[in-house]
């Protein structure tokens, strides 16, 4: 039988979902160092306990990386239509410093980003939210959602709906303040 290589095993699972190696790491931590089946959140012992912070890092490195991944794609995809126009020819012909070439490059691009990074981002953690929350079985507000549509809870529904649509127009605000401060003559 022929093991894999190490390298082939990281290339693979790069390719997975992060979600998913977040299931492994839970599984993997349950059986293997802890061997018990322990949840999440000890009432008990308070919320703040070694266990309790070890998965809320799991869970906002699941989540982190996700946006992280999403927001570097979206940065690369916008700086590359720059890249060809004009005024980066310009810097190049008169010998900008990198440091300076990419400050311009990146001002230029800071615009389209914030729109894209706002709406991308925020639909990306609303929905990695509830998935996290499932597989590492946290108790949160995918956990209150899900089992208040279960139940026909219709008045925690609609606070929550509530909720999330003021976060998303709170965060298209924000969006709008952003655009303004890097490009002023969007305010006119």
Do not use: C
């Not at 998965?55 to 979206?74: D, E, K, N, P, S």
């Not at 300076?100 to 729109?115: D, E, G, I």
């Amino acid at each position: 039988m022929v093991r894999p290589s190490p390298s082939r095993i990281g290339i693979s699972s790069a390719a997975l979902p992060n979600f998913i190696l977040g299931a492994l790491a839970y599984e993997y931590m349950n059986t293997r160092l802890y061997d018990l089946n322990a949840s999440f959140y000890q009432l008990s012992a308070g919320i703040f306990t070694d266990w309790n912070l070890f998965w809320l890092l799991i869970a906002t490195a699941i989540v982190g990386t996700h946006v992280a991944a999403v927001q570097m794609r979206q940065t690369r995809r916008q700086i590359n239509e720059y890249l060809g126009t004009d005024f980066t020819k310009q810097l190049h012909a008169k010998g900008v410093s990198p440091l300076r070439f990419a400050r311009h490059v990146l001002r230029a691009a800071v615009v389209p980003l914030t729109s894209l990074f706002v709406a991308e981002v925020l639909g990306l953690l609303l929905v990695s939210v509830f998935v996290v929350e499932a597989v590492l079985d946290i108790p949160g507000l995918g956990a209150a959602a899900w089992t208040a549509v279960n139940v026909n809870d219709g008045p925690l529904v609609l606070t929550l709906a509530v909720f999330l649509s003021v976060v998303i127009i709170l965060a298209s605000l924000l969006e709008d303040v952003v655009a303004v401060v890097f490009d002023p003559r969007l305010d006119k």
